[in-house]
């Protein structure tokens, strides 16, 4: 395939006229600029990785709004109670069709690549199915009939809380033992070997989930060469009963207990000391942030301007679903630190403009948590995954290059994405 694009960004700026020509597999052969062609449509950003999804919780997105007056307050406990809820509810056919819906509006909204945090594993009566991964398989084939890569992360999930044994509604998610974590997800990376689109990675569902012990045992005896994924320091609860029952905050004892990469990945990680921020950028792992899901669940807003400037790397995920845009979650991730901070510089890196540093930073991130590795957003060698913006939108047409990039992040709805491609396939928009 042949794309003609007015213009392409990379890591360090714009290129205008673009062409860029794939191979039968979507892998980018040649990534020329050459003269202006009337040929030339759309401006073309990376592919957003989406660094966390729990896809099934698609269908009860803005379903959790109604606050019992009488009952006392609503936060993120009282919305798990209705999550568990739909959880138990669903059988394969259903988590496949709403997947695949859910997989689709990601594209739609320009990610290319979605990191699913799977732990709905067995039967509603919380035994497992005849075949361990069942659920993964079905994720795969939502992945592979939306035509989005997938790193499928089964999760490790034993325990109802801190020294706690698992709650009934909780029986889909566990496994009981970390052999039997290490044989579902044995049969996980089996599973993905037979799809283009799907690759595996490894997740311990949080401290509080998860014996201590077995979760230094599944950071490093299990897949050493995969991502790694955890929940961590999302609630202020959470963190007040580790030091109960650890001695430590969850990023101290993590930090401590584990030889941490830059394969690891921890999630929202909202509720850190300076410290900590500090112990993280120096481990080489990064942050999955998920603001609108982190705001909806009123979980806090994680230091990111300490953390930043200490050097340290994030992604971006959509967690719930509550919300799809990829430049919703960037805008709330930075608006939140402009409200604390009262100031606007929130997203600095090594250009003058806070949108290409916010993309650049997902983007480098966001490829590190899906397992894979590049040095730029196009590259020869690597499969295309682009998000196409529309050339014909008035605040587009009217805009130098040099300015496209945050008025892209900062300005844009979803009307403006004229298409997604990946892995070298265009999936145009309407
Ligand atoms: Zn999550």
């Not at 709330?332 to 100031?343: E, M, V």
């Not at 290059?401 to 008025?407: H, I, P, S, V």
Request: charged share 25%; hydrophobic share 35%.
């Amino acid at each position: 395939m042949d794309f003609h694009f007015k213009a392409i960004l990379q890591s360090d700026g714009w290129v205008e006229n673009a062409r860029i020509s794939t191979d039968d597999k979507g892998v980018i052969t040649s990534i020329e600029s050459g003269e202006d062609s009337n040929a030339a449509s759309g401006y073309v950003i990376p592919g957003f990785r989406n660094c966390h999804s729990h896809a099934f919780q698609y269908a009860m997105a803005g379903l959790a709004e109604r606050h019992d007056r009488d009952s006392g307050r609503d936060d993120f406990w009282g919305w798990r109670n209705t999550m568990y809820e739909l959880a138990l509810s669903l059988d394969p056919d259903q988590v496949e069709q709403i997947a695949t819906m859910l997989y689709k509006e990601l594209v739609r909204h320009g990610y290319t690549h979605v990191c699913e945090f799977h732990y709905l594993h067995h039967d509603k009566d919380g035994s497992p199915y005849g075949n361990l991964a069942e659920m993964g398989e079905r994720l795969i084939a939502a992945a592979e009939a939306a035509r989005i890569n997938l790193t499928l992360l089964p999760v490790f999930y034993q325990k109802g809380g801190f020294g706690k044994d698992p709650l009934p509604e909780q029986r889909r998610f566990i496994s009981r033992t970390l052999i039997d974590y290490a044989s579902l997800l044995q049969h996980t990376i089996e599973a993905c070997k037979h799809s283009e689109y799907a690759s595996a990675g490894i997740a311990v569902h949080s401290l509080r989930g998860v014996d201590p012990e077995d979760v230094v045992r599944t950071a490093e005896d299990l897949g050493a060469e995969l991502p790694f994924h955890i929940h961590i320091s999302e609630q202020v609860k959470e963190v007040d009963e580790c030091i109960e029952h650890l001695g430590l905050r969850p990023v101290e004892w993590f930090l401590r207990k584990i030889a941490v990469s830059d394969r690891f990945n921890l999630v929202h990680a909202t509720h850190i000391t300076d410290r900590e921020a500090r112990g993280i950028v120096k481990s080489g792992a990064s942050v999955v942030l998920c603001p609108s899901t982190e705001g909806n669940l009123g979980d806090g807003i994680f230091p990111l301007k300490e953390f930043q400037d200490a050097g340290g790397r994030w992604s971006i995920g959509t967690d719930s679903h509550i919300g799809l845009s990829p430049f919703e979650e960037l805008r709330l991730l930075d608006y939140g630190q402009r409200l604390i901070s009262h100031r606007r510089d929130t997203f600095t890196g090594s250009s003058e403009s806070s949108g290409e540093n916010a993309i650049r930073s997902a983007f480098f991130a966001g490829v590190n948590a899906t397992g894979e590795e590049t040095s730029e957003y196009f590259e020869v060698g690597k499969p295309l995954n682009a998000c196409v913006i529309r050339d014909d939108v008035p605040l587009i047409e009217n805009c130098e290059l040099e300015a496209l990039g945050d008025r892209i992040v900062y300005a844009s709805d979803a009307t403006w994405i004229k298409g997604t491609v990946v892995n070298g396939r265009a999936l145009w928009a309407g």
